[in-house]
Each structure stands twice: as structure tokens, then as C-alpha cells.
């Protein structure tokens, strides 16, 4: 049984290396909320919460999170008894959505319950991979002569397949250099919802690039519409922002909406949700894959976790701590050889947070004591 007895919030702010741009924006700074959670024997547990400080990849913020974890969250775990980890989600069934805030402290719940029995996350999570492929994603970049560098680094460095990020009307300018470049890369590209069927024309077009998937062409709220664009396209549809729960992912497989899954732990709400998605998309023979959240350390650390399961096999954006930051959060920080990531085999995460790094990112923190009678 899990009690807990203290939370901290710490609201961070870490520059990254190099803005990232997508067809909806940039970011240059990313602001996260870390769940620091200690149960009744003083066993401390991670979490992150992965929302921007603006809504324009989902609905929530940094400041949403904050509210819903100070306010509904962090009393309802603290006010249950919790058996396991699994059934921390159905706790939180009367709270909507808000899916990055629950992530973020129902991933601390299992970082405590893994130390507890003294087990790597991965393994209690059911995955059995001792090291994770990896691939690097790539934002719009200001010209051709970057874009090819960039993608050109990341190919040297080892990364096993590159992603970029496409817009309406740039299509044409970003994959036509690299393709005829490096001809054999496994190469796909992001939208970020950027298209309506209104551009068919155009997105039919993509076929000719030989792309692993193309991810989140059209709105996420539009299952129906992707279904009726995958059936005119050669190249797979690959689904991000339309799944935020097992039932997302079973409407889009039933409706043929997509041939593949980017499952993101903090778009889903969890851990559970995420490994419920991963198992029944195994089911049906539908590739899946973890997506990457521009996260810091503790993130990542999850991200790897849930990627040793089986049936993520295609690989994910969990790339080197390095890719984004010039000091991570986290020790060791997360390295990447020969385009794969070693699962660390310590308890929990696997990593140590490095209190130091953590101070120097904060903007401010608050400590929550649990005051639910508590007897013990
Ligand atoms: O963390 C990474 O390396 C992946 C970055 C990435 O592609 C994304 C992060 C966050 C929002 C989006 O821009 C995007 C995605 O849609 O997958
Ligand atoms: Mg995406």
C-alpha cells in the first residue's frame, strides 16, 4: 500500500540549446513543473509534467497543470490509499482531461512504487529491452544549408531515423534536399496539424518522398479525417495529438484512421494509459513508437522506461540529454551510442536528480503536507 506524505511542486525554466520550430511556433525556453513525491517511509519519487507555457500543442499550460495538481491532483493522492500504481488513473476519472498534469504526478507514483521493490521501472512496467533505438527530431530551420547540416549531424552522431518538421506550402523545400541527399534515411515528417482535407492535393504529394509516416496531418480532434486521408495516401499516417486515451487509440484503429501510434506518456495521462495503448495497438499489429516532449531528464527517464516494452518498435524521440540542453537535470545524464539508449538498471527511473541543477532551474517551488488523517 502507497501513502504518501509529502509532494513538492518546482516550477523550472531551462533554455534550450537551439529554439525548436514547428508550424505552430517556437520554443526557446521550456518551462516544466517536476512532481517531487515522498511516501510515508521517505522514498522519493519523479515526475514531469510536460505542458508548454501556451496551449498550442494541447489544450493545457504550465499554469493549468499547477492549478490541477494543487487543487485536485496532489489531495486525491494524497487523501487515498493507493494499492498499485495502475490504479492511480481511475482516481482521478472525475477530474477531465488535464492529461500532462495527471502524467506528471501519476508517473512519480510509480517511480516511488519501482524503489520500493527495489526494481528498475522498466522491468516493473513489464519491459524487457536492455536498450532502446532512437531517433532525432528536427525543427524548421531558417535554410536549406542548416536543414541539411542539422539532419547531417544527427545522422553522423548514429541517430536511426530523423523526423522534421513540415508546414503547408514548405513541403517541397525540406524533404526534396534531404531526400536527394541521403536517399536511404529513414525520414519522416511532423505537421502538427497544419492541413485540412482541403489540401489532399498537396499531402498526396508526400508519397514521393518515401517517408516512414507522416505525423498528425490533419486536426486532433478529426479521427474521421484521417481515416478518409489515409485512404488515399501510400504513406502511412502516424497519429500524436489525436490520441489522448485507449479509447482515441481504438476509434483510430477501427476507423483505419492511421497505420502507426506515437505514444506520449504525458499526452495520455500516464503510464498505465500509455502501456494500455502500447498493448492493444500490439494487438492489432499497429506499430507504435514513444514521442519526445522537448523533456528534461526526468521525463526522458520515463520516456525510456515505457520504451523497453515490446511493441514500441519503431524508434522513438528519446534522444541524448545533450540533443536539447547544455545541463540536464539528471545524473548520468542520458547518452545515446550507435542510435540507442542504454536502459539504466538502477531502481526507479534509473537516474539520480541532481538537486543542484534543479535549484538553478527553479522559479519557484511549493511543498504540499499530506493532512488527510494520516496515522502513521
Ligand atoms: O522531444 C523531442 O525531441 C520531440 C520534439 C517534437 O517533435 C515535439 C515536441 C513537442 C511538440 C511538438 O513540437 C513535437 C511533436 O509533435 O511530436
Ligand atoms: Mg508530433
New binding site residues.
Partial sequence: MLKFHRAVLHHILMTLKTP?A?S?GS?FDREFIIVELQDKDGVIGWGEC?A?SSPW?TEETTKTAWHMLEDFLIPIVFENHIEHPENVSSLFRTIKRNNMAKAAIEEAVWDVYAKRNNSPLASVLGGKKRKIEVG??V?IQQSEKELLHTVERYVNEGYKRI?V?ISPGMEDKILSPIRSHFPMLPLMA?A?SAYTLEDLAQLKKLDQYDLLMI??PLAADDIFGHAVLQKELNTPICL??SITSYRDAKQAIEQKSCQII?I?VSRVGGLTEAKRIHDLCKEHQLPVWC?????SGIG?AHNIAISTLDHFIIPG???ASS??WVHDLITPEVTMVDGCIEVPEKPGIGYEVNREQLKRFTLCSKVFKNTFNVNY
Fill in positions: 525548436f514547428a505552430s520554443t510536460s508548454f500543442y532525432a527530431a525543427g523526423k518538421k511532423d502538427n505525423e498528425q500524436d495529438e506515437n506520449k514521442g519526445g516532449m522537448l523533456d526522458r524521440d528519446t534522444s540533443r536539447y
